[in-house]
């Protein structure tokens, strides 16, 4: 069965670097995800994206985060400078249409920035 | 604002009983809600989406309901396992649209 893959599934970084997080969303979908999930707290969405742009974003998506699909596989997210409160895990999802908007979400990626 | 609510209290439940979980929100209007469970350390797996049009589903063991004028969903897995035991989460997409809010999650303990 196809799944959503995403590397790596543990970084660590110190604050202030750049951090690119992938993720290779199922081959024929075409809606795609990012969500964060703090530890203990709930899941929280980034930004959707669409036809090569976002879709929609929320507040916590600012100038520090960014978005790209490089190629017609991969589906990255880029933090410019992080900081410690970045640190949680980060969720790719993808989803095939607006029809049945079923999202499948990848393991994660545990960013820890000390 | 906008909130979206689910049991604040972890539900523990005996094996072959029905457990109840019950998601509520205000200053939505959504077409639709879902459901998920998530395990620790791993993504949330889908299980079922409902639309507004609908006042029930059910997939196997699992059965959702809706109610716009409430504004509540009920998820119940009936005849429950150990191996149900699990965090689920509801979903509900913006106004704006393709934006997707989750619940705080309700941790389900099955007991053996």
């Known amino acids: 069965e196809p799944e959503v893959t995403q590397t790596p599934s543990h970084q660590v970084t110190q604050m202030g670097q750049e951090v690119i997080l992938r993720c290779v969303p199922i081959?024929?979908?075409?809606?795609f995800y990012w969500y964060r999930q703090i530890l203990g707290q709930k899941v929280e969405f980034l930004v959707s994206f669409y036809n090569n742009e976002i879709s929609e974003k929320s507040e916590i998506f600012d100038d520090q985060f960014s978005v790209e699909r490089p190629d017609g596989s991969n589906f990255t997210l880029k933090i410019r400078s992080t900081k410690l409160e970045d640190s949680a895990m980060y969720f790719c999802a993808s989803s095939r249409d607006r029809v049945s908007y079923e999202q499948y979400f990848g393991p994660g990626t545990r960013l820890t920035v000390t | 604002s906008q909130k979206i609510e689910q049991n604040s209290e972890a539900l523990n439940i005996q094996e072959g009983k029905t457990a109840t979980l019950t998601c509520n929100y205000t200053?939505?209007?959504?077409?639709?809600l879902q459901w998920y469970r998530q395990d620790p350390g791993r993504g949330p797996v889908f299980l079922l989406l409902?639309?507004?049009?609908?006042k029930e589903k059910r997939k196997e063991r699992l059965k959702v309901t809706f109610d716009t004028t409430l504004k509540q969903s009920l998820f119940h897995i009936t005849a429950s396992q150990p191996a149900d035991s699990a965090t689920y989460l509801c979903?509900?997409?913006?106004?704006?649209?393709?934006?997707?809010?989750f619940g705080t999650g309700t941790s389900l303990t099955v007991i053996p």
């Open positions: 409902i639309r507004e049009n609908e």
């Open positions: 200053n939505y209007s959504p077409a639709y």
């Open positions: 979903a509900l997409e913006a106004n704006t649209g393709n934006q997707f809010y």
């Open positions: 081959s024929n979908h075409l809606y």
